[in-house]
């Protein structure tokens, strides 16, 4: 049997951390920020019990909603609110995650997403999956980095993962890292300060290069096969 288990965590008056937890195992978490016009979801989790009547009893703006990539732990509850935006890199995966005839619109590279007296520009950050993507509130020094930048496991197995892309990306955000001090992660707790970046480069060089001992998975995820490889507080699930 199956449970999930929302909990609401109010990170300031305007924006919220919805974690989704799956049988107490596995969480994933999702934003909401309230702009003055309409409020931005980001990710909507494993698609058990009502993520909307959640969202709806915080806000009443209409809500635009983006996936910061379209695995099946952040895509999962988009049905509940119909029209979703992400890179089109990910439309594939998406429409194999939850139909295909869930509506998407495409969100590019340097694309703005205005709410209201914040803005969300949408940087392309390919490696965990094809198409993910950042979102970087400069006003308010943020950034949005689903599951590529986190502090807890960056999954790395499967269709479409690509460590050198990966490398890359993260290249790419410590290149503008005087941008931001807050990181809202997918997965564990938001991050102060952008130092996780050097870190998650650091790790995914020595994974990559074969310096860091695997251990094996714990469970088995869909059949994949990978081996675990922690470099300080960073881990990678890795082939």
Not at 19 to 43: H, P, R
Not at 192 to 217: C, F, H, N, P, T
């Amino acid at each position: 049997m199956v449970t999930m288990e929302k909990k609401v965590i109010q990170l300031s008056e305007s924006v919220w951390q919805i974690q989704d937890t799956n049988n107490g195992i596995m969480s994933v978490n999702c934003f909401l920020i309230a702009g003055k016009e309409k409020a931005l979801l980001a990710d909507s989790g494993f698609g058990e019990g009502s993520l909307k009547e959640v969202v709806e009893g915080l806000t009443n703006l209409p809500l635009i909603l983006v996936n910061t990539h379209a695995d099946g732990d952040h895509v999962l509850g988009n049905k509940q609110f119909g029209l979703a935006h992400m890179h089109p890199a990910e439309f594939d995966r998406y429409h194999r995650a939850v139909g295909y005839d869930a509506p998407v619109e495409a969100l590019w590279e340097g694309d703005v997403l205005d709410i209201g007296g914040r803005r969300f520009e949408v940087i392309l950050i390919p490696g965990h999956t094809p198409g993910s993507i950042a979102l970087l509130d400069r006003e308010n020094r943020l950034l949005l980095g689903g599951d590529s930048v986190q502090g807890g496991t960056i999954f790395m197995i499967g269709q479409g993962r690509n460590m050198s892309g990966y490398m890359a990306s993260m290249r790419k955000l410590k290149g503008i890292q005087d941008q931001f001090d807050t990181v809202y992660t997918g997965h564990g707790r938001v991050l102060e300060g952008s130092g996780i970046l050097d870190e998650l480069i650091d790790g995914a060089v020595k994974v990559y290069r074969g310096e860091v001992e695997g251990k094996a998975m714990e469970r088995k995820i869909e059949n994949l096969e990978g081996k675990t490889y922690t470099v300080g507080r960073v881990t990678f699930l890795y082939t």
